[in-house]
């Protein structure tokens, strides 16, 4: 695998920073402290105009100066004073730069000038630099924090990429607190050169990262980004929250990063496509991810609960199944272990509840051993392991009748050695997570977290991590990645399009239409065109009552709406009589008839839509869900970046919200979801074969008995 | 307003407890020292059979040796020296006890018996009680805890009925960490005497409580929970978590109460008859709960947010976004006020970003003060409030350039009078919610919660607690209650379940089904019974082509799915084949010809279902949601607790989860909901009127043009 360019930024022998002084109530002193304190064991340089000592090491009024270059700087001074320095630097020969400073095209347009201003300087200096408006990386591996929040101890298998610079700077001691380690973060900023793709790419490569959190308010490159996604996640889980889908959110993420919102429903699919877990809440962004980075990977679904509290089991086995996880009963013969180890008539058949037991070795280590040595559950899930918090929230009454003893002495004989219980997971190759009411006042939870056993401040979270470890099984078991279809401009299809080229039309009719679709063998109904109702008689007879007969025109796209479709026409009498209607309802400006379709009766219950879109961030994108005249009412719509391979169109169809559609019941059959993942293929690359084609949509699209029909079809042209 | 009997045993004068020592170890001595130490100031008894003092005071042999009747007496002794004990304080005069120990009917069949005595024996002496196997009550108004875990400090405004113990003992410290204060907590164990509504009726009637949270594993007395609950929730919200709707939920829970987990769907139906709101976690039991408990009352869905991040300011606008409340952009006039108080370029349209603006009384003051005058938003949520939580976490690296200076020098100067901070909330009688990642060591995040105004640990959150406050404003505005229609059994009723009963038939046919619906005013579609040929034409000319054709026998349920519908008959022939054709499917055991029902084809494109169900716990209960051969597909049935109004009906046809079902689109006109709730109301009472039926189902009932037709029906008989 090449190693990115990005991993010598995140590995710098040497750091100049330009805006540190003395003052600790600068911003540019603060990140220098960060580098110089938290375990960064490189060279350090202060760049100053008047300063020659700063913070205990000598400083350079000019880069011009430096005794050498340094391998990355990072600029912490207002805007206007940054470019000469950052050209300076170039040409001593730095090659990597943090821009911290604001001011640039989140402030409006002087700013933006400036922007381009620094993007060309950079190209000029040949420097690759993050931000600027960012807040900085943190490398845990050689001890580097570049942020302004003090960060120790060492890092863990967590990498954070974030388009705010928040969740980078200002969560180190919530999540200190929670025990939760990022081995790496980047703070993006503006992305003026490095972007949110780049960093990933490097995320993916690097063999400390297990799993990758990303805070996510706008992708530029769709394309490259899934392209680079999805070659990650097969190994490695990305865990990610998209904001700025709402009208208001984006009108705060425009005005904080500089760059545009998209769709909310666009960015849903992308990751489904990309095999990226979509979390809702910042705390799901950390703490999935950090179960999904510390805990060996799971590979079913059935999970064992071990409590010593009714509610909490129970809460975390409700949460379970309804996330698709089974709590399986216990066999007898493992239940027959497990009983003489708690109170009699305690439950043992999972979940196991040792209600009032207290024996802790017990509860973490020697029942959870038997559960996973079983080979009846794949990870197990425990609640209310604890001793110390415990005794810490109960000791203001107990010291009353234990004088001269302090808490320490109390506590004393509850400490053991934990070693083996933080074992259990990665003994058994299985993953655990913890619930536990107490925090790292506890012995228990300090243990484990400080161990990379996550631990979750209530049941149903414990479980709702569980249950993202089964998602990630579920997207490493995906259908491998096929190339997309190999199709060349079928003839019919260039010709129809050319004609309405010719015509300047704005749309294709629904019969031309339906005919370009067929030329590329996406089914469709049977139809005829007709000009006169002596063609219509003729097409009837071609065609066999009964007939569906509408008006066919580029100009006319809400046929339904306007009375112009009749259906279930059953004789020649209704036919001339639904022709004339037609007629009569729509005066040609050419006083020519108006052309009338004259189509088969799909049969079918069972009515989806299918369709590409266009987005401009996104591009074309492939629409499948439920379609018909409730299309709107059930919401239910999948989008894939188009376009897309057979297999990547089967997972889509199976991806929609009411996926029993699909399957068969009453006398219907099950949807030939192989015929159906075809056309959705062909469907994604038509845009790509003919440039003219702006959008496609096929509503209805019938399942005739199996198999999908296409019915009434729309192709809007460029 | 009667005043609860069970005020007396929250608001006891003198208590006796029997199983504690003076062994820091003993359960009985935790909870007596929680009596003791946190705030009590009533008397207080020991009964111990060999200690003459326990914890300081005079122990006593047996009740009979008590100065005085305590008005509650708690038991911490095993089972088994229990019921003589508890008969004493009978004879003494004591109405009040708490039942801590365990080993009753959650302990299999010898505790179930024990459990029996003990009703029996509390019913004779004239003793109500809570438990057994409980974990105390707290009332903090007369400094009352009798759990095993100290709490200290004055109560709040939210209550807690708890079906788990664990959720009033060992949660302490995690309510206290996150300056959550339980004004009162009831552990119910398992409800031998006084039960979940018995506290309910009292948690509703308590001027100190404000909103009530209810951890709920089973309710027993459905109709009175209802009764009950539906009284409460206009004044007052209730927040409610159910745990074992799954199949190992319920198995966990009935191991451990001793009770019956019913079905989630019905609680959910439950709960959203009786105007409670349902939550998926003890974080939200909590923290919604205390939400509700402490702001104002919402008057809209227009929330203002005010930041110093952009990335947390936007996931507050998507999450309410989403929840249904706007973000509206302030209007110039407000803009303009606010924009000389944040940097150049700063956001100021809502979300307001003071980006890297510091000044903490412009953005918790100031601010927050002109917003909520506008008259532009009927809420607030604040995010980045912060000062000592941020200074402790730069600490460590910022002394190092202060010599001798300690943390608490370095805060004395950010540390400032958050009098009118704390009160902006109040001042202007709307909500706030704030989010915070810095917890209690923070100045800004321990003054807000210790004033009553929510911290949340992220931003997700705390824009959840407030659209959870403007769905409690959707509650409080329901339709005003009303009487459920009054309706006298219907002679044709009468005759047709007369007639069933006579054949003993355990269903009714299709026409009888309908023709009693008919009875009542529910609109079916037109049909007759045929016996011959020569009837099904007779009927045909009555009722007019096209027709539905469907054998007709109470014992054929199925008809569909035996091929035995025959849709859209056009004319004599096709009626006559459709006929023989039956005939010849179905060999009646008598070999007389089976009754098929000749129907008016109902058009329609939007089918529902209507139906009563029986579950033994819930009883009749009234279904609704999408029908026809999709009804499993898409999932969207309600539930309510029968018989409803004719506006609780409404409610229900609204709440199904694709309500745009029902509005106008596309040529179909909105359903005519009162015809549909009229139905509802009607088919909820039939049960009641006709004991003799167990269920019934409708399915599909069209909506024909707007107005819906029961086009199928099953009459199940009890």
Redo the contacts between chains.
């Keep these: 695998m090449s190693q990115s360019f990005f991993h010598d930024l995140m590995n710098p022998r040497s750091i100049a920073i330009v805006g540190a002084n ?3 109530s600068k911003m540019g ?2 990140h220098a ?2 580098i110089l ?1 938290d375990g960064f064991t490189g060279k350090f340089f202060a760049i100053h105009p008047t300063e020659t000592m700063v ?1 205990g090491h000598p400083a350079y009024k000019s880069p011009l100066d430096l005794p050498e270059a340094p391998d990355l700087v990072m600029f912490v001074l207002p805007s206007k004073h940054l470019l000469p320095v950052f050209e300076a630097f170039g040409k001593i020969g730095t090659r990597f730069a943090i821009v911290i400073t ?1 001011g640039f095209k ?3 347009e002087e ?1 933006a000038r400036l922007e381009e201003q620094l993007k060309d300087t950079a190209k000029q200096c040949g420097i690759r630099f993050v931000g600027p408006n960012c807040m900085g990386i943190v490398n845990r591996d050689v001890g580097l924090n570049t942020s ?3 960060i ?1 101890g060492p890092g863990g298998p967590l990498s954070l990429i ?6 980078v700077a ?5 999540l200190q ?1 929670r025990g939760i380690r990022l081995g790496k973060a980047v703070s993006l900023g503006n992305e003026a050169d490095i972007n949110i793709i780049d960093v990933l790419e490097y995320m993916g490569e690097d063999p400390g990262t297990k799993a990758i959190s990303m ?1 996510i ?1 706008s992708v530029r490159d769709v394309g490259r980004f899934l392209d680079v996604a999805r070659k990650i996640t097969p190994k490695k889980p990305i865990v990610a ?1 998209y ?11 425009l ?3 500089g760059s545009m919102a998209g769709k ?1 429903y666009l960015y849903d699919g992308l990751f489904r496509q990309a095999g990226i877990m979509r979390v ?4 799901d962004l950390y703490g999935i991810g950090w179960a999904l980075a510390t805990q060996p990977r799971i590979r079913g679904n059935r999970i064992a ?1 071990i409590t010593n ?7 975390i ?6 996330l698709g996880c089974k ?1 399986p ?1 216990f066999s007898e013969g493992l239940q027959a272990k497990i009983k003489p180890l708690i109170p ?4 043992c ?3 196991v ?1 040792l ?2 037991a207290l024996d802790m070795k017990v509860m973490t280590e020697t029942i959870p051993d038997l559960v996973l040595e079983s080979g009846e559950v794949d990870g197990v899930i425990m609640h ?1 392991a604890m001793s110390t ?2 005794l ?3 000791f ?3 010291s ?3 004088p001269g003893v302090t808490y320490e002495d109390m506590v004393k004989g509850t400490i053991r050695d934990l070693g083996a219980t933080v074992r259990v997971p990665f003994k058994h190759n299985m993953p655990m997570t913890v619930s536990a ?3 790292r ?1 506890d012995q228990y939870t300090e243990t484990y977290e400080d161990h990379n056993v996550p631990v979750f ?5 414990a479980a709702r991590a569980m249950a993202a470890m089964v998602a990630y099984q579920h997207i490493q078991e995906r259908e491998a990645e096929a190339p997309v279809l190999k199709l060349r401009p079928a003839d019919t299809a260039v010709r129809i399009l050319n004609e309405a080229a010719g015509r300047s039309q704005k749309a294709l009719d629904e019969f031309s239409a339906k005919q370009l679709l067929s030329a590329y063998g996406i089914p469709v109904s049977r139809e005829r065109l007709a000009r006169t109702p002596e063609e219509a008689l003729a097409a009837a007879s071609a065609i066999g009552f009964p007939l569906v007969v509408k008006a066919c025109d580029p100009e006319i796209l809400h046929k ?2 306007q009375g112009l479709v009749h259906l279930n026409i ?1 004789d020649a009498d209704a036919l001339t009589k639904a022709y004339n209607a037609i007629q009569d309802a729509v005066k040609k400006s050419d006083g020519r008839p108006v052309a009338v379709l004259i189509g088969e009766m799909v049969r079918g ?1 069972r009515e989806f839509l299918a369709g590409v879109t266009w987005d401009a961030q996104f591009g074309h994108c492939l629409a499948f869900g439920v379609g018909g ?2 299309t ?4 239910d719509i999948r989008y894939r970046v188009a376009p897309v391979s057979e297999p990547e169109a089967r997972a889509m169809i199976r991806d929609i919200k ?1 996926p ?2 699909l399957s068969a ?4 059959p099950a949807v030939n979801t192989n015929a159906l993942s075809k056309i959705l293929a062909i469907l994604s690359l038509l845009p790509t074969l003919h440039p003219e084609i702006r959008e496609i949509d096929i509503n209805p699209l019938i399942i005739s008995g199996a198999d999908p029909v296409a019915v009434d079809a729309l192709v809007i042209l460029a």
């Design positions: 003395n003052n600790p002193t603060m402290l960060s304190k913070l604001a989140e402030a409006g700013g302004v929040s003090p120790t974030s388009q705010s610079g928040t969740y200002q969560t180190v001691d919530y607190k805070y308010e929250q904001i700025g889908g709402s009208e208001a959110g984006g009108r705060a993420g005005s904080h990063t909310d809702f809440s910042v705390e609960i509290s009714g509610g909490p089991g129970s809460a086995a409700d949460t379970l199944d309804a709590v009963p009699p008539h305690a439950p058949g999972n979940p509840d209600t009032f209310g918090g415990f810490g929230a109960a203001p009454h107990l009353a009748l234990m009411f107490f925090d006042c401040d209530s049941p149903e979270k339904t709406e059953k219950e005249i409730f709107e009412a059930f919401n009411h029993k559609l019941f009453r006398k219907m």
